[in-house]
Antibody, heavy 119, light 111 residues
Framework: QVTLKESGPVLVKPTETLTLTCTVSGFSLSNARMGVSWIRQPPGKALEWLAHIFSNDEKSYSTSLKSRLTISKDTSKSQVVLTMTNMDPVDTATYYC???????????WGQGTLVTVSS | QSALTQPASVSGSPGQSITISCTGTSSDVGGYNYVSWYQQHPGKAPKLMIYEVSNRPSGVPDRFSGSKSGNTASLTISGLQAEDEADYYCSSYTSSSTLVVFGGGTKLTVL
């Protein structure tokens, strides 16, 4: 059974750096066919794709957020980590990690973690 | 502003059929058969309903179907049921440096 679970701070202050961890089970990050992505959703708004890491460690980032994002993985811990610098209140959102499968689709999602940016 | 354009809302009565459109460009929807559709109920994570334009994952009812013409993909739900009321999002692979783009979402109301 494939599962993903996000963890990280519930509240961050403006200008701080956010670090989120996605812990996966039921598959290996070293041979996952397509890898793991981070996707966020501000309250009441649409999904926004953020970043992806492939099993071969190749990475892709949202063009608009690329300068603020870093994605990495620790295969031994079955974890994918996303850091986002210079947080702003507009970054308040539920952050999801998801496993990419056939045709760049996401068949498995974490439950999401709500991150609020406020002083 | 989302990369893919969806209608903000659609509605239908139980038993009817509805179609949700998803319009992109030749760099995403029109250029590849990598369109996916997701259903999201309030407070829940999205659920994959369609991948690669028209394929249904195991367990998704055949009332849900997908298609594509040019730069526009469509999700059709036939025999609407009350539990289909949710937000629906499309996504596509994109040849830009961003790997995947999502639509703005469509709220489906079952009257």
């Amino acid at each position: 059974q494939v599962t993903l679970k996000e963890s990280g701070p519930v509240l961050v202050k403006p200008t701080e750096t956010l670090t989120l961890t996605c812990t996966v089970s039921g598959f290996s990050l070293s041979n996952a066919r397509m890898g793991v992505s981070w996707i966020r959703q501000p309250p009441g708004k649409a999904l926004e794709w953020l970043a992806h890491i492939f099993s071969n460690d190749e990475k892709s980032y949202s063009t608009s957020l690329k300068s603020r994002l870093t994605i990495s993985k620790d295969t031994s811990k079955s974890q994918v980590v996303l850091t986002m610098t210079n947080m702003d209140p507009v970054d308040t959102a539920t952050y999801y990690c998801a496993r990419m499968g056939w045709g760049y689709s996401y068949g498995s999602w974490g439950q999401g973690t709500l991150v609020t940016v406020s002083s | 502003q989302s990369a893919l354009t969806q209608p903000a809302s659609v509605s239908g009565s139980p038993g009817q059929s509805i179609t949700i459109s998803c319009t992109g460009t030749s760099s995403d929807v029109g250029g590849y058969n990598y369109v996916s559709w997701y259903q999201q109920h309030p407070g829940k994570a999205p659920k994959l309903m369609i991948y690669e334009v028209s394929n249904r994952p195991s367990g998704v009812p055949d009332r849900f179907s997908g298609s594509k013409s040019g730069n526009t993909a469509s999700l059709t739900i036939s025999g609407l049921q009350a539990e289909d009321e949710a937000d629906y999002y499309c996504s596509s692979y994109t040849s830009s440096s961003t790997l995947v783009v999502f639509g703005g979402g469509t709220k489906l109301t079952v009257l």
